[in-house]
Every structure is written in C-alpha cells, then in structure tokens.
C-alpha cells in the first residue's frame, strides 16, 4: 500500500487543522491506521491511531482532547483533525499503515510497516 499525507500548511495558533491520508495499491479497511509527528533533532511522536473498522481510537495521553483520528474506508482515507493548535503542534506529521490489529493500540513507530512522506504543519502565533 501507498500512502499520500496532504492538508499540512500554515496554521494561525488556536485555529485547527485536518490532515489527510489516502492509501493506494490496496484498501484501506485492511490496514491499522496512525498518526506520528516530529520537529527537527527529535524522535518521531505518536499521536493516534485507529483500528481497521475505525471503531476503536487510541491517544498519546498529551494530544487526548485536541486531537481527533478517524477514516472513511469507502474513500480510503484516514483523517486527523486538531482544534486549538499551538506553537508545540508544529512538526512534519506522517500517516502509517499496519495488517496487524493487534499493533494498533501501542503507537509503536516500529509496528507499522508503511509510511507516507510527511506533511508539514506549521503554527503561527
């Protein structure tokens, strides 16, 4: 599977953001779906992660309340919106896809085998 990350941009700070991730080469509803981000000098960050049917979402315990993943498998998109955006938001943020279900919950950056190119997100005070 392909992935694509789009709707990174310029954000003003306490505005909000919606990132997109759209698979190809194969459907979405096969795979586990998060989210990562990472500013520069600095490990990748876990911020979500959503289960194939999309019936079960997972937060790093700082982005629970601003944060929001979802996915519309007809469209074979995964989706991450942000309300409130602050300065700290500002990284490159990358989608990720797993087969395993069971890898989903952990938000281990090793437990997901593909990778989209990164969107850069960038806020403004």
């Known amino acids: 599977v392909q992935l694509q990350a789009s709707g990174g941009g310029l954000v003003q700070a306490g505005g909000s953001l919606r990132l997109s991730c759209t698979a190809s080469?194969?459907?979405?509803?096969?795979?586990?779906m998060a989210w990562f981000r990472q500013t520069p000098g600095n490990e990748r960050e876990f911020v979500a992660s959503?289960?194939?049917?999309?019936?079960?979402?997972y937060y790093s315990h700082p982005m629970r309340g601003r944060f929001a993943i979802s996915r519309d498998n007809t469209k074979n998109t995964a989706y991450l919106q942000a309300t409130n955006v602050q300065s700290g938001d500002t990284a490159v943020y990358y989608c990720?896809?797993?087969?395993?279900?069971?890898?989903?919950?952990?938000?281990?950056?090793?437990?997901?085998?593909?990778w989209g190119q990164g969107t850069q997100v960038t806020v403004s005070s």
């Open positions: 990720a896809a797993t087969l395993s279900s069971d890898r989903v919950p952990w938000g281990l950056e090793s437990d997901f085998d593909y």
């Open positions: 959503i289960k194939m049917n999309g019936g079960y979402a």
């Open positions: 080469g194969r459907t979405l509803s096969d795979y586990g």
